[in-house]
């Protein structure tokens, strides 16, 4: 397993744009598949985005896509989540996940490191 750590919530308003990032532990990431998930309090955490690597491949959650890009820094151990044009309803506890599985990767049974999670707050 690998040691993860998200940063970059915050409040923000309709419209604006957070970039969050994970720094993970290890001398192995590339090898991982790196996931974000969100969490509101009541609800099923749900997949929002996940990026590979060698070949790099990427999935969204629709309902992120074309708002949020993932992205990744291999030499810097990181992943990213850059998110625009937020909307109230992505107002969610956003964490950070990796696995070694390449595919069936947008659920969380898939994954089986967590991060602690950062807030993200979207106001109207």
């Known amino acids: 397993q690998v040691q993860l750590v998200e940063s970059g919530g915050g409040l923000v308003q309709a419209g604006g744009s957070l970039r969050l990032s994970c720094a993970a532990s290890g001398r192995t990431f590339s090898t991982y598949t790196m996931g974000w998930f969100r969490q509101v309090p009541g609800r099923e955490r749900e997949f929002v985005a996940a990026i590979s690597w060698s070949p790099i491949t990427t999935w969204y959650a629709a309902s992120v896509k074309g708002r949020f890009t993932i992205s990744r820094d291999n030499a810097k151990n990181t992943v990213y989540l850059q998110m625009n044009s937020l909307k109230p309803e992505d107002t969610a506890v956003y964490y950070c996940?990796?696995?070694?599985?390449?595919?069936?990767?947008?659920?969380?049974?898939?994954?089986?490191?967590w991060g602690q999670g950062t807030q993200v707050t979207v106001s109207s």
């Open positions: 996940a990796a696995t070694l599985r390449r595919v069936g990767v947008a659920s969380v049974a898939a994954f089986d490191s």
